[in-house]
């Protein structure tokens, strides 16, 4: 069977027998991979830009410690029941995870998902407070179900036909690039947060019933969208005025992508509340929810779960934060290396080329926004789409986010080498997209 028929065989078969979800506009279908790279079911090499969307931070398949520390543990116990019986396993996960976390840190709860991880924090941040509104954002995005799709607010297909939703209140990010405000930073004065006191908890919702503000460091599905410096300061400061909880969701930013375990430490803040996935599992489901120790408990049958704090997992995620541990420094300098070799190229073709309207990120979490021209800012959406396809045809992997937006997260162990060619192949589907500036 050739190749490609092979390919259009899966693909017909997969429409067939699975609801439709997100998949990518280019057709790959996966096999294998390792490290750097990704392989389709045909056998044909891709550089990953995707580390699979954020999930293998340490490499595809991570590292072998990785992947040993599962296999010995699927061979002594799998499902422990973690929630009905007590391991000690999940102990050693947990108390090396407080290692990264802010000092007053030393409760969590194990799920399956990032969209767990935020459920739990909803209900958490109810309990602890006794409010019952929440604070989310547009362009954010926290799980598609039911609780964590109240805070979700980045396109309109995620939500409809699914409310009414929680008690959530949204209010505008600071997507500085966009503002909603039509002001430039750091002269607004952050109109943002004054927006936030004179019309949600002024017309809405009273800041004394709001338990918590959830909210992404980097937006990561509503475009990579990048706060200024001190946003997080103002933020908290309205937070402690009302006695609101701050909720990070460091699904998809945290564990070294942009350099620090936690995306935040970036903006000098700490949170009350915690939520990780994705690479946290070392490529399988794992969701953390961390909350501070002063918060309290919450009532036994409150909250369970049936898989959270499976053993597999929790092997593969010590041995991942234990690697982190060991090379720390060596990450967070690569991080920062690598990101720049990124960010001054993909600056270089900004300048080159009309339809890359911005460029923004930190460490190695980069969003590359697609425009039709750099002076009216329309989305290039169909132009996105030719451009994954473009890089894919020529073996990168690339993923979308917001409207017109490709984020840029190779593994952080990529070599500088297949770094150095995905960013060729990069600006060789950017030229064939014929809009140049003159």
Do not use: W
């Amino acid at each position: 069977m050739k190749a490609e028929d092979k390919i259009n065989k899966i693909i017909k078969k997969d429409k067939q027998l699975f609801m439709t979800t997100t998949r990518q506009s280019y057709n790959f279908v996966a096999e294998k991979g390792e490290g750097d790279f990704a392989y389709d079911i045909t056998g044909r090499k891709f550089i990953d830009f995707s580390s699979f969307i954020s999930v293998y931070n340490l490499g595809i398949n991570s590292s072998l410690n990785v992947k040993n520390a599962m296999k010995r543990q699927i061979d002594k116990l799998m499902h422990a029941a973690f929630t009905d019986y007590y391991s000690e396993l999940p102990l050693e996960f947990a108390e090396y995870l407080l290692k990264f976390l802010p000092r007053g840190f030393g409760r969590m709860f194990l799920s399956n998902s990032g969209t767990e991880a935020n459920e739990a924090a909803i209900k958490f941040s109810k309990l602890f407070t006794k409010r019952q509104y929440i604070l989310a954002f547009y362009n954010s995005f926290h799980g598609r179900s039911a609780g964590s799709l109240g805070l979700t607010a980045s396109r309109i297909v995620q939500r409809e036909h699914f409310g009414p939703f929680p008690n959530t209140v949204h209010t505008p990010y600071p997507y500085c690039y966009r503002c909603p405000f039509n002001q430039k930073y750091p002269g607004c004065g952050f109109s943002c947060i004054d927006y936030i006191r004179k019309y949600p908890l002024s017309k809405e919702v009273a800041g004394e019933e709001v338990s918590a503000i959830f909210f992404e460091p980097i937006q990561g599905e509503g475009g990579y969208i990048v706060p200024p410096k001190d946003y997080f300061k103002e933020l908290k400061r309205l937070a402690d005025e009302y006695g609101i909880l701050l909720v990070d969701d460091e699904i998809q930013a945290g564990y070294m992508r942009t350099g620090k375990f936690l995306a935040l430490d970036n903006f000098d803040v700490t949170a009350d509340i915690y939520t990780m996935a994705k690479a946290i599992g070392g490529g399988l489901p794992l969701g953390v929810t961390i909350a501070k120790t002063a918060l309290g408990d919450i009532p036994a049958g409150s909250h369970a779960t049936t898989f959270g704090g499976n053993l597999v997992p929790i092997a593969g995620g010590l041995e991942g934060l234990k690697y982190i541990s060991k090379n720390k420094k060596s990450l967070e300098n690569m991080a920062k290396y690598k990101g720049g070799i990124i960010t001054k190229r993909l600056n270089e073709m900004m300048d080159k080329y009309e339809i890359i309207g911005d460029v923004r990120g930190i460490g190695m979490m980069i969003g590359l926004e697609l425009v039709k021209t750099k002076e009216k800012k329309e989305p290039a959406i169909k132009e996105r789409d030719k451009l994954k396809q473009y890089a894919f045809d020529k073996g990168l992997l690339l993923l979308p986010a917001g409207q017109s937006s490709i984020r840029i997260i190779p593994p952080l162990t990529i070599s500088e080498q297949s770094l150095m060619k995905g960013l060729d192949i990069l600006e060789d589907a950017v030229k064939k997209l014929k809009i140049q500036r003159q």
